[in-house]
């Protein structure tokens, strides 16, 4: 592979004309941002959009150099630490946490975090969600072996939650609106106080190594942060945007919205300590091998450049 | 002694252009008959009526007709003629290559022993390996295009085709392979005239099984970084909880496997006409 | 073809096992150039075995094949089953691996000269199983070969047809002087129409007559002993 | 004019019993042979030379060695012989599930007209329905437990049994099931002496392939609440990105691949030991 | 078994056509209790066609099938090609479908007659071509049937079997009195078996003697009758 193993150094500025930049996205997810801000023109370069369908296939492709960048949550990057996979993560943004939440049917006896011990809990195995559940059970004095989990996806997860097969149901927006909304779910816990809501922007090694796509890359990462911004004051928009590319139903992704989008923020030391105790707390629980250095993959150096346009 | 048949008109009567044969075996031969359609009707009304009498709720599978609404939706909206369109695509070249990939292992490793012998594990091997598990391996090979999605589902339709010619290559007649050879063919003409049309029962079921494996598989292919086709359109209902957008793509497939099984049949049709039907046939 | 100066069979010694069952024993044969020999024999004394390694369908090299053969020539064969491709038209049968540049003509004229022009676009699974016979008779004989194996060709025909069938290969061996070894049941048959006529039993060939020149009268003595030799008392004669 | 034949012995010494045939066919039969095994071993012999000189990058695919590590690994931990007991259990009940639902409707729909008429298209319909489409489904319907896993590997497995048995009783020779008419066969014995032995190279072949679907569903499956079980092992290693556990999965799925394969080469060197083995067989 | 007092077998008027080419047109047959056929014809005259249609394979409900088909009792058939099945035994083959409590001893029976009893084990692809018709034979007669079809069952088979196989029937008929409907291209055959010889023209029955009372020594005359009919001109008498 011509990937290169270790993080490439800084280009000297190039001009990234005539470059082809191979971003992955996911559905609803930073393209509708962009164009939804109207960011997408007078481009010197070119954007190839490519679409996963989560965060873990999206790192797959750009550890291989498939793509070159691309938006993932605060779970999967931290499997990409664990496997030494050559990438780097270039920006970080942060949303609300109100809409990580633990979920039970309205007429469920649960009301407390406590009272899950025991109780079947579904969530994707390895999702943000996952991290979520640790540290909220974490949080009430409880581990994972207090409850009895049910590895199921989002769209899996919902099925056999309306179906009373599983007790609670641990998820993330626009899941949780969609739940809240269509069947009435109650809130029992949110992220509030415990998971961190970071997102971010992973590039490939390869990228990164070749002058005119590192400047494709950070004049990419402006145009992110801007249509950030521009969403947050626009969030009436961005939920019909939202709601069209997805098909879920406008009050659902309006209810979602109006928790507010993720706004970049700065890869400090808060941010890595952060993702490191995510980290740690994965390992405690055995679901990755050994430990894990989160700082090995966190690239600064794009910060500095990404400065507002 | 000198005798004529009298069947035997004078030589020269005797037709020599090789018409195609065209035998008197009866007006028995079977049409396409309406009476496959009952049972696919009959699944429907039942449907219709389980679901309007509340015995199917709505939430555990949507009715045909919101069914319809939904696939008119997808339809208004180019969601569905266009992921059929660029699936298809993908599906043909797809299928073609693993078809073709597939039928040439199968009739070597049939015909011959050596390539049997060394054909065959690697592909009884191979063929077990879940796609799921491949896609990782594929991106990292072959990136995030087209062609981890082409050799997706080339790899899920060589492996019926190959199995099934590889049977039906081994169960031709062995006293019409000796024929073939006292008689002067040369391995083309044996390869055409006895292995292939001997081995055509068995191939079309390889055919007909990988038609429907090619759709399969461009489910999964289309997990693998897509923003259209079929599998895709499918995969992003059932992300987004979708029950009734993930049944129309259900009945889109279940269409698609009576519209190959359509095309299979025609094929069979035409190609095993040398079946006489017989009584005994439909006991 | 080659010139007709060697013999276009010999077999000396030859040994056939079918695991542990031996159904040719060190049987010696030699049908010499342009030579009409028929085989009698009872059945499953290995006639159609002999002829199939004659026709190079078991090959010395595998096992329970023993001896020497030699045929040095080209071959054609008449199975005791028409062994037609189900799946191509009577004409096809025939023309199929014939590498002649008037094939085409060659197979329709074999096809009426047995009697089939009629049914030759017909599938062959629809033939009588005369017709089936003939139409194998007809491709074995319009390749003329340098030897022609004929394992029962006149089986299933009625006295007619028959009749005209042993004219067609009398005179196709006329025109080309194949070596002709013919498997019959019928003695009166084999003495009309061949050169040799042998006796095979117990794996060996027990007899070899020759008839004497043609057109043959009276081979009623012959004829008994024959038949003795195949093991029945012949009513005429006794 | 009576005459005995010489190998017509006194009717006294007739031996009665029905013993199994053990005809003298010869000693020509083939054993399993070690050739079987150049090419797989080739294999892992090209992988490990093209890891060790680095033509294989070890992140693009793990060295045999470092897969061999790794399957230690999940060895010692337990994941992977857990994993394959689990989802053995799993494949066994769905295969027979769906391997005797295939046969009985195979059979049936191959032997009569309305059974063909009925059966056949809504099968033609349901085998193009995709498993990962299916799964939501399935959950709404039939829970989270086993009962959902089981019935995709039922399903997986039923279809190309079905479509190879069906196959393989329209092949039947109808000389034959015409013969078992006027020597009295009863229904019964039709099907077991004659349907079913005619279609046996067939429904074999689509053994082979529903035993390989049937560990390829459990993939599938076991992505439905599950936390154990080979395909669990799979799916949560690529979550993990953790590509030699990965290959370590399709390795054993390699392995019962070969398995599988070496099992139905057993039954079928049984099952059509009646079939000579004639010269022309190997042109 | 019904009691022998109806014909086994009555055929009127039939008509066989195959898309258009009539075989069989408006045959009249009928078969007496206990009544010994022999039915002779050219190849293709639909001899088999007919044995087809009183065994009731082809239905005269179906297309292209038209007359009076009345075969009262049990039927069996050999056909004209041997139809075993190649995944059983011989034995099994004889065997199968033999619903009485003595089968096995009677299947072995019938084997040692036809001079299997070596080869009752073996796999009938393994079989040569007048064992296998053998085997196919030892079915039929096993069946002990009220009317037995013999479609050329002894086309395979040399003099002396032959004898042995002509003697096996006519015991049997002695022994049960079925109605027998023979087709052979053997007149001597016909005429020393049968009760009635018949000839098959052009879709018709065409002649129909009665070689009168056995044993028959001169039936010169006869013969060459029939083989006149049958369009051959008897060397013996010409
Ligand atoms: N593949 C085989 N395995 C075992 N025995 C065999 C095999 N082929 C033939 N035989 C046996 O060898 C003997 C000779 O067979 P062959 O076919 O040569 O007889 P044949 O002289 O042609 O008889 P027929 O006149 O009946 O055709 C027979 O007893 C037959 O059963
Ligand atoms: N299924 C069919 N379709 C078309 N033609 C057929 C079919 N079956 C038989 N025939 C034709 O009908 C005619 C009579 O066939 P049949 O088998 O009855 O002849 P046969 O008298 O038994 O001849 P043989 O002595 O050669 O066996 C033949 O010309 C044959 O080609
Ligand atoms: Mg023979
Ligand atoms: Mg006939």
């Given at each position: ?25 996911q ?25 996963f ?21 605060n ?37 407390t ?18 991290g ?24 899996d ?69 801007a ?36 706004l ?20 405690d ?9 989160f ?15 | ?157 060589l492996?019926?085709?190959?199995l ?14 000796e ?20 081995a ?50 259900l ?5 698609l496997?009576?519209g190959?099984?359509a ?21 | 073809?080659s ?10 010694g ?92 060659a ?89 040799r ?42």
């Open positions: 592979s011509s990937v290169p193993r270790s993080r490439p150094p800084v280009q000297p500025p190039a001009d990234p004309a005539g470059v082809v930049l191979h971003v992955g996205d559905k609803g997810g930073t393209q509708s941002l962009l164009r939804a801000a109207n960011l997408l023109g007078g481009l010197p370069y070119r954007i190839e959009w490519t679409t369908s989560a965060g873990p296939p999206l790192i797959e492709a750009a550890r291989s150099g498939a793509i070159d960048i691309g938006q993932t949550g779970t999967p990057v931290i499997f990409a630490a664990a496997a030494k996979a050559r990438v780097q993560l270039v920006a970080a943004s942060q949303g609300n946490v109100v809409s990580d939440a633990i979920l039970v049917p309205h007429d469920s006896p649960i009301h975090v406590a009272d899950l011990r025991g109780k079947k809990v579904a969530f994707g195995k390895g999702t943000s969600a996952h979520q559940l640790l540290y909220t059970l974490r949080a009430a004095g409880l581990t994972m072996d207090d409850i009895d989990p049910s590895y199921l996806q989002p769209s997860a919902y099925a056999a939650f309306k179906q009373g097969q599983v007790d609670a149901w641990a998820t993330w927006d626009p899941y949780t609106a969609q739940a809240q909304l269509e069947s009435g779910a109650r809130v029992i816990a949110t992220g509030d106080g415990t998971a961190n809501g970071y997102s971010f922007e992973v590039a490939s090694n390869e990228a990164l190594a070749d002058p005119r796509k590192q400047a494709a890359v950070a004049d990419y990462l402006r145009r992110v942060d249509a950030m911004r521009y969403s947050d004051t626009h969030r009436d928009q961005r939920a019909v945007v939202w709601s069209r590319e997805t098909k879920l139903a406008l009050p659902v992704t309006q209810l979602a919205a109006q928790r507010g989008p993720d970049p923020v700065p890869m400090d030391d808060r941010l890595v300590a952060s993702e490191q105790d995510l980290a740690d707390a994965f390992s629980a055995g679901v990755i091998p050994g430990r894990v250095r700082a090995d993959i966190v690239d600064r150096r794009f910060e500095g450049r990404a400065a507002p346009l | 002694m000198s005798t004529t048949l009298p069947g035997a008109p004078a030589r020269a009567s005797a037709p020599s252009s090789p018409t195609p044969p065209d035998p008197s075996s009866g007006p028995r031969r079977r049409l396409p008959t309406w009476q496959r359609w009952i049972s696919p009707v009959a699944i429907v009304v039942v449907w219709q009526l389980a679901s309007t009498t509340g015995l199917l709720a709505e939430d555990e599978l949507a009715s045909p007709w919101r069914v319809l609404t939904a696939a008119w939706d997808v339809t208004l909206t180019g969601e569905l003629p266009q992921g059929l369109a660029v699936s298809l695509a993908r599906v043909v070249v797809g299928f073609l290559l693993g078809a073709v990939v597939g039928l040439v292992l199968g009739v070597w490793s049939g015909l011959s022993r050596w390539g049997g012998l060394l054909i065959d594990p690697p592909v009884q091997m191979l063929r077990t390996l879940p796609h799921l598990a491949l896609v990782p391996l594929f991106i990292l090979w072959f990136g995030v295009q087209e062609t981890p999605k082409v050799l997706l589902v080339a790899l899920g339709v492996f019926p085709i190959y099934n010619v590889h049977a039906g290559v081994r169960g031709v007649d062995p006293k019409l392979l024929m073939a050879r006292v008689s002067g063919f040369d391995r083309r003409e044996v390869i055409r005239h006895v292995v292939v049309p001997g055509l029962p068995s191939a079309l079921t390889g055919l007909r099984l990988s038609l429907g494996i090619a759709w399969l598989s461009i489910v999964v292919a289309e997990t693998v970084s897509s923003d259209s086709g079929l599998g895709y359109m499918i995969t992003d209902a059932r992300e987004f909880l979708r029950t009734d957008v993930i049944v129309v793509g009945v889109v497939y279940a269409l496997g009576l190959t099984d095309l299979v049949r025609r094929i069979e049709r035409r190609a095993l006409r040398w079946r006489p039907v017989l009584a005994g046939a439909d006991a | 073809m010139a007709p100066v060697t013999a276009p069979a010999r077999v000396a030859l040994v056939r096992d079918f695991g542990g069952r031996r159904v040719l024993e060190g049987l010696d044969l030699t049908v010499g150039p342009g030579e009409f020999v028929a085989l009698l024999g009872r059945s499953g004394s290995g006639k159609s075995t002999l002829l199939r390694v004659l026709a190079g369908l078991d090959d010395t090299a595998a096992e329970g094949v023993e001896g020497t053969v030699e045929v040095p020539g080209s071959v054609a064969v008449a199975f005791q089953e028409p062994r037609l491709l189900p799946w191509r038209s009577v004409r096809d049968n025939v023309l199929l691996g014939l590498h002649r540049d008037d094939a085409a003509d197979a329709d004229r074999a096809l009426a000269e047995v009697g089939l022009t009629e049914r030759a676009d017909a599938w062959p699974l629809t033939l009588s199983g005369g017709e089936a016979q003939r139409a194998s008779l007809a491709r074995a004989l319009v390749r003329e070969p340098d030897l022609l194996l004929l394992d029962e060709p006149f089986g299933a025909l009625d006295a007619l047809t028959r009749i005209a069938m042993h004219d067609l290969v009398l005179d196709l061996w006329g025109r080309h002087r194949p070596g002709i070894l013919l498997v019959t049941h019928d003695v009166d048959e084999a003495l009309a129409l061949a050169d006529v042998l006796v095979l039993d117990e794996g060996r060939i027990v007899a070899d007559h020759a008839p004497g020149p043609r057109p043959r009268h009276d081979v009623a003595d012959l004829r008994s002993t024959v038949l003795a030799e195949l093991g029945v008392i012949d009513d005429a004669t006794a």
